[in-house]
């Protein structure tokens, strides 16, 4: 199975999954989207991150 390289591309809110988020990777080289649903204490890490904010006290994990 060949690999493919994935990049970022967004955040989004998950209108099928109550409370969740939609992270959105694209290929680098192609136009293939793939959603990964995730909890909005994990959206909120990868968001922090992202953003480069700098959270006033550490996170929990």
């Known amino acids: 199975m060949e690999?493919?390289?994935l990049r970022f591309?967004?955040?989004t809110y998950s209108h099928t999954?109550?409370?969740a988020?939609?992270?959105i990777l694209g290929e680098v080289e192609g136009d293939r989207r793939l959603p990964?649903?995730?909890g909005?204490?994990?959206a909120q890490a990868i968001?922090?991150?992202v953003e480069h904010i700098k959270?006033?006290?550490p996170m929990t994990h």
Request: without cysteine.
């Open 47 to 49: 968001a922090i991150q």
């Open 55 to 57: 959270p006033a006290r």
């Open 9 to 11: 591309l967004r955040i």
């Open 36 to 38: 990964i649903i995730v």
């Open 40 to 42: 909005a204490a994990e």
């Open 17 to 19: 999954h109550a409370g």
């Open 3 to 5: 690999k493919v390289e």
């Open 21 to 23: 988020y939609a992270l």
